[in-house]
């Protein structure tokens, strides 16, 4: 018998495994809000040791740290970023705004409002956060890949075209999405798993029937004058917009659970209703459950199943078209492993690659589920497009 007729048929090459290309400037380190109590700061002269401001370098070190080193990277792909320019700036803020920040930068050192200081570095890295946010956009939109991952700071959701606030100069995610509505796309979506309100991405398209905001946030209202908007559930936008923003605001203590229902009791069928061309998710890790600056409670499974909701729906509505940008996020540990977490989930991985390093943490789901029935109730009744949720 011929051996060559006798050998099996070769095996079929293995189907391509997905990458997210990651859009990462190293620059975006420089920006150092100080050192003080928590985030003021203060030194009130009697303490020996003070608090590194939580947005500093080392959450996001540790966070490109776990990328290049920890399981997932085999599935990361690297990009260099930029600094975006004062044209594309405008897209999203206004003039007089940027003069300001520009100003601010000449002088040295200026805190814009509480908690946010713009210091000698801190302008470079915002236009590096914002450019290299941009071009991860660009590279989705020019058919380079399908999931682009924005690994940038300083953060930018709580910045609204004219004002900074929350740590934010520059609204990245902002930028982004009209990047790509000015490049065609007649619908994007903004889902915002940050433990504050997108306040400024919100305000920033307020007025629209093009983007579809959703904000998933504890119930921390306004704080002042920086951030005058509550995050409630009936700051539902005006205009062409009306309907537009939908914010859920979730108990203290929610937990995996919670966040899951609440995506897909309202979030999925939100996405469903509107069909995006687009999905932005705004990722901030701060809903964890040892995070200084939330109380949700989410663990690295919850941000796991809840990357796994985002990308079922890209998959479904937007031709599998997803841009995450890296938000919040302040325990310098803990931050990274549920970015990973999250990142696992979009990949749609088989499981989980990494164990959770910290001990389980209590939650009750059950007034959570109903505060999201609620919330639901109310979208049928108020929001013109979700009549039959």
């Avoid at 050192?35 to 303490?47: A, C, E, K, M």
């Amino acid at each position: 018998m011929d051996p060559v007729s006798s050998s099996p048929p070769p095996l079929p090459p293995p189907p391509p495994r997905d990458v997210i290309d990651v859009f990462w400037h190293q620059g975006v380190l420089d920006h150092d809000a100080g050192v003080g109590v928590f985030d003021s700061g203060l030194d009130p002269g009697f303490l020996e040791v003070l608090d590194n401001h939580p947005e500093n370098a080392d959450r996001i070190r540790n966070i490109a740290s776990i990328l290049r080193k920890g399981p997932i990277s085999p599935f990361v792909s690297w990009h260099s970023g930029r600094p975006a320019n004062v044209a594309e700036l405008l897209s999203f803020h206004t003039r007089e705004y940027i003069e300001e920040l520009v100003q601010a930068n000449a002088g040295g050192s200026k805190q814009l409002c509480a908690g946010t200081f713009l210091n000698p570095g801190s302008w470079g890295a915002a236009l590096l956060s914002a450019g290299t946010t941009l071009s991860a956009m660009k590279h989705i939109l020019d058919g380079h890949g399908n999931l682009a991952y924005a690994l940038v700071r300083p953060p930018g959701h709580h910045a609204q075209p004219n004002r900074a606030d929350g740590y934010c100069f520059l609204n990245n995610a902002g930028l982004a999405v009209q990047l790509a509505l000015d490049s065609g796309c007649r619908k994007v979506i903004v889902i915002d798993i940050d433990v504050h309100y997108g306040n400024g991405t919100a305000e920033g398209f307020y007025c629209s029937d093009n983007v579809l905001t959703i904000s998933l946030h504890m119930n921390h209202g306004s704080w002042g004058q920086s951030h005058p908007q509550s995050g409630t559930i009936n700051e539902v936008g005006e205009g062409n917009g009306f309907g537009y923003n939908l914010n859920i605001p979730l108990p203290s203590g929610s937990g995996d659970e919670g966040y899951v229902y609440a995506m897909n009791e309202l979030v999925v069928p939100a996405v469903e209703k509107f069909q995006p061309a687009l999905i932005v998710l705004v990722a901030g890790q701060d809903s964890s459950s040892f995070d200084p600056n939330g109380r949700q409670c989410l663990t690295m499974q919850g941000y796991r199943e809840i990357g796994k909701v985002v990308r079922r729906m890209a998959d479904k509505h937007a031709n599998g078209r997803l841009l995450i940008v890296q938000e919040g996020g302040y325990h310098i540990t803990y931050s990274a492993y549920c970015l990973h977490a999250t990142l696992e989930g979009v990949l749609n991985l088989p499981a989980p690659l990494l164990e959770d390093p910290i001990a389980y943490y209590p939650e009750d789901e059950a007034y959570t589920i109903k505060v999201v029935d609620a919330i639901k109730q109310y979208w049928k009744e108020s929001i013109p497009f979700l009549k039959e949720l």
